[in-house]
């Protein structure tokens, strides 16, 4: 046998196709071989996981309830499927080496559906749903978290959103895609997404991320310009050796970066995650929001189960296999060796992602490799014919227009919405943090929100605690306690009965200190803070007309007294010492003239008044009064002596001591006035203090009118209402229910009726109904002509009085003749409404008369 010619070449490359074999087979048990370590590590960790995480038997969901679209397949259902089978074969055969695709898994009824059909885009009539953020929230309170059988490979099954709601609980994938639903129907450009993550996203352990309420927002530091001061005093020199400044700084630097050291690496190994033998591997599903709809200025991760939004570049997101909405399939062909942050989401590009159906506005895009194309070339023009023909009917094919979603509408009530998490609270453990959360009205204080920030990595060691309140009548929202210096912060929203906002004490006790922040727009007094200790007071105004904005209140010390239990001491009875007022300037006085502090020494007797600055002066006018004394006060004569005065810019006083005794009258009375005001103060401090104390030791929460079910209140009144309505008019329900009643009455009522009644009931019924349908047709009728004669009349108005009328008078014509063509236009309708509705409202009258009880029995044959 003569061997062909490079025979021998090709015997060459067999060989080493062979040994090529040979060593993907070996390289395939050697990673085996570790696949089974990492199962048998595996099998550990979901040990361990179900622990966390309450079992649920899926097998008991029952079924039968469910639409005929969960049990079947629609004809374009199973084409699609057909299409999909097609697209993975060839997947498969040009990226051999990537996992399978998850394209149709089984849903609950054990019928395989399309993941895209899955999707059930819905828009939920709650306004917090409208927003990405919101949607995000409610999924991942509303559902618990269950982790995927198998780390490394998809689900077989995906349930549908309702079942998933129904039983409030589910996967990632269940997850993403209840998600996704809502994100489209709220009008974004979303997408679930099938890839992979580290284990603390894909496990919900968070104990090493800070907590989102404790982020501070990064703050730009402005950068402050100093101006050069010309005059500036030298400072003197330094005798100091500045070899040993140096010394000792740098032995000083070399201790604190040591100690910093140690105290980082062991903060660094109580956070360091242990080593995941898994990573890279583990499937993750999450959503992806594209930028562009809704105003979205930049593409972004969400993580289902936190309800967090992540960047693109987030390295906690480690790869990803396919994309998928409601209308599309798409998947990734770029390289995610270095994680998410290098690929490109422009999903049109066909280079980075491979599309499942193809759209009709876009050329079509097969799937070949270049060596299929070499390929082509060898081969004769029947096989190529063929493969055309093959060709045209994949494109046609993946043309193919996705079926709407099998899944029922999705439906969430106004209870289940607010109760949110399952059985109405939920925990989460952060980072030296724990966050509690409650459903609305589960807690009698109104508590929905607790966050424990702790010293320690065990969280044992509690550092603050915060508390968000809802529906409480004192309005209270937020709560922080401080536990190192046992400071607490009550954060009020508007309404309280005294205007409160903030509040900052250690206990209620009025002797010690405290501080009050007000709405000051809902107080007449403009009082927008008050801090207030044992020696001082200090009140803070905002907008007032005298232009004062703070008063501060000197008292003497307080004598100590033994207070009995339960008892308040009077605060309000301590003597004053000084008082002192600030103003802002008033533009419309000249600056010698507008006081700008001025001080009451109540016990000196002194009053002393500083005036605002003039321009280029540094120094300002002054005015110290010394009150008379008695002797003084008997002769009401004003001398020198009691004032000393200071006028900036001029060393003689141009001031009368006539006008000066006037001002120290004024300034007398101005005291007395001030110290009730002090008095009114103090006392105000007390009263809230009390109420304080009142509405937390009964906690009363604010219900809604329009909340049936829990204003208990309403409900009694509006049954109250029609049990009264009830024995005032026994049987008038039935009364005015009863057509037959007013032609009973005229026959006398009888108990039992003849034929004779019966027929007259019936025509008088029938004859009665016909006028009544007759007249409102007539009724209609007339005022339909009414308005067409006075269109008419308009109308030959405006025709003679055209060339005269103005602009004004012309819109208004118009705007008039456009209102009675609408009221022509509904009268015809409702005409024609009527003459089409009246014989079977007569024919329906008269088969009800036919079937009545009292009339049955001589009308059956009639």
Known sequence: MVAKPGGSKMEVLEEKEEEEQKEEELKALEL????????????????????????????????????????????????????????????????????????????????????????????????????????????????????????????????????????????????????????????????????????????????LEE?????????????????????????????????????????????????????EKMVTEAEEPACDPLCGLRVHAWVLVLSGKREVPETFFINPFTGYSHSTMDEQFLGIESVWNHKNYWVNMQDCRHGCKDLVFNLSNGVYWEIMLLETDKP????????????????????????????????????????????????????????????????????????????????????????TVYTDFSRTEVAEVKEWFKNREDMLDLREVNKQTQLTTEYFSPGHLFGLKVHIYKSMDPQTECVMEFYSETRVDGLQKLAVNDNEMREYFVGRDDFKFFRHTEFHPKRKKVALAGTRSDVSSRPIVQIKECFHRNLQKPADEDVAERVFLIEEEVIQLTYH??????????????????????????????????????????????????????????????????????????????????????????????????????????????????????????????????????????EKITRKQALRLRDDCLSDFKDRLVSKANIIQAHFEKEVEELQKKNQQFQENQNQLSEKEEADFLADYSETMFRIHILALRLDREKQTAPQKYLALEEKLRKDPRLAEHLSHA
């Open 32 to 207: 085996g071989s570790v696949l089974h370590d990492v199962e048998t590590e595996l099998s550990v960790e979901q040990g361990c996981f179900s622990s966390d995480v309450p079992d649920f038997d899926w097998n008991s969901n029952d079924t039968s309830q469910l639409p005929d679209s969960y049990k079947m397949n629609s004809p374009r259902e199973k084409k699609l499927l057909r299409i999909a089978d097609h697209y993975h074969q060839q997947y498969t055969h040009l990226c051999p080496e990537r996992k399978p695709l998850f394209l149709h898994p089984v849903n609950e009824c054990g019928v395989e559906k399309f993941v895209s059909t899955t999707v059930r885009p819905t828009l939920l009539p709650y306004t917090e749903l409208y927003h990405w953020d919101g949607c995000a929230s409610f999924v991942s309170d509303y559902l618990t978290m269950e982790p995927l059988k198998c780390p490394l490979t998809p689900p077989s099954s995906l349930f549908s959103p309702t079942t998933i709601l129904k039983y409030q609980r589910g996967n990632c994938f269940d997850f993403s895609v209840l998600l996704c639903s809502l994100l489209i129907g709220a009008g974004y450009d979303a997408y679930c997404v099938n890839g992979y993550a580290t284990h603390d996203i894909c496990s919900l352990d968070e104990t």
């Open 211 to 263: 907590c989102p309420l404790l982020r501070k927002p990064q703050e730009v530091p402005k950068e402050e310009v100093k101006k050069p001061n010309k005059y500036r005093v030298k400072s003197p020199p330094d005798m100091q050796s500045k070899f040993e400044l140096q010394q000792e700084a740098k032995k000083k630097a070399e201790i604190e970066n040591t100690e910093k050291k140690e105290r």
């Open 364 to 451: 079509p895009r097969m799937l070949l490799g270049a060596e299929k194309k070499n390929e082509l070339l060898d081969r004769n023009v029947d096989d190529m014919e063929e493969e055309e023909e093959e060709e045209e009917e994949e494109e046609e094919e993946r043309s193919f227009a996705m079926p709407p979603s099998w899944v029922a509408p999705i439906q969430v009530s106004p209870k289940e919405f607010e109760t949110r998490c399952s059985q109405g609270r939920k925990v989460i453990l952060y980072k030296k943090a724990k966050l509690e959360k409650w459903a609305p009205y589960l807690n009698g204080n109104g508590l929905v929100k607790r966050l």
């Open 613 to 750: 600055l003039k321009d280029k002066y540094i120094t300002a006018s002054k005015k110290v009064f010394f009150k008379p004394t008695d002797s003084y006060r008997k002769s009401e004569i004003m001398t020198p002596e009691m004032c000393n005065i200071y006028q900036a810019g001029s060393s003689e006083q141009h001031t009368k001591l006539v006008h000066l005794y006037k001002l120290l009258q004024e300034l007398t009375e101005e005291e007395k006035q001030l110290k009730q005001q002090v008095q009114q103060s103090q006392a105000e401090v007390l009263k809230i203090l009390e109420i304080r104390e009142n509405e937390e030791a009964d906690i009363k929460l604010s219900v809604s009118i329009y909340d049936t079910e829990r204003n208990e209140k309403i409900r009694q009144e509006y049954e109250a209402m029609m049990n009264a309505k009830k024995d005032e008019f026994p049987g008038q329900k039935e009364q005015d229910l009863d057509y037959l009643a007013p032609f009973l009455i005229q026959i006398g009522s009888p």
